[in-house]
């Protein structure tokens, strides 16, 4: 089935839209406190797109993380009920938000850090600090390092690969998307499983 080749030159033709920036901007701070889309689907064609604005597109796709996740936090700290626990259950991640919660519990920071290339998704990483209470200065510093170092590193890669990583990915554009569709609900199942 041919599902995400067409998927996939629509990304690419958005990508090249002279709003793309905020469009990705949009998607980064709304993937850091709620929406489930991470702002990689974006970043990457769009720097196969416009390699000469990797770092551009990386330091957008960072700083708008940043800003998101600050409203997650603020949603932890004062909308928790309300926003916050209907959104974990929304994503029936409860069992992955309590394993948060510990981790916050026994490394501090250092969760928020290491959280910017976990595969369990950022906004409960962001909402739990603000539920937490963690400092605020400690958490925008961890933020803009963890996230900065994991956008940062998928532009450049594909600023890197170029044009033979673009014709790789064009070719083999519905096998990846199946087995990225296939490695996440193994992982969703293996972490429902604990």
Known sequence: MNLFGPLYDRVIKWSRHRHAPRYLALL??????????PPDVMLAPMVLARRERAWYFAGVTTAASILGGLLGYFIG???????GEPLVELYGAEA????IRNWFGRYGVWVVFVAGFSPIPYKLFTVTAGLMGMALAPFIL???????????LVAGLINWGGEPFAAFVEKRV????????????????????H
Not at 142 to 152: C, D, M, N
Not at 174 to 182: R, T
Request: no cysteine; hydrophobic share 65%; proline share 2%.
């Open 77 to 83: 700290w004062f909308l928790f009920e309300r926003i």
């Open 142 to 152: 961890a933020s803009a390092v963890g996230r900065g170092a994991r956008f940062f």
């Open 174 to 193: 519905n096998l990846i998307g199946w087995s990225v569709v296939v490695a996440v609900v193994v992982l969703v199942v293996a972490l429902r499983m």
């Open 28 to 37: 980064s701070f709304t993937e850091a406190a709620f929406f489930p889309v």
């Open 96 to 99: 992955q938000f309590g394993t």
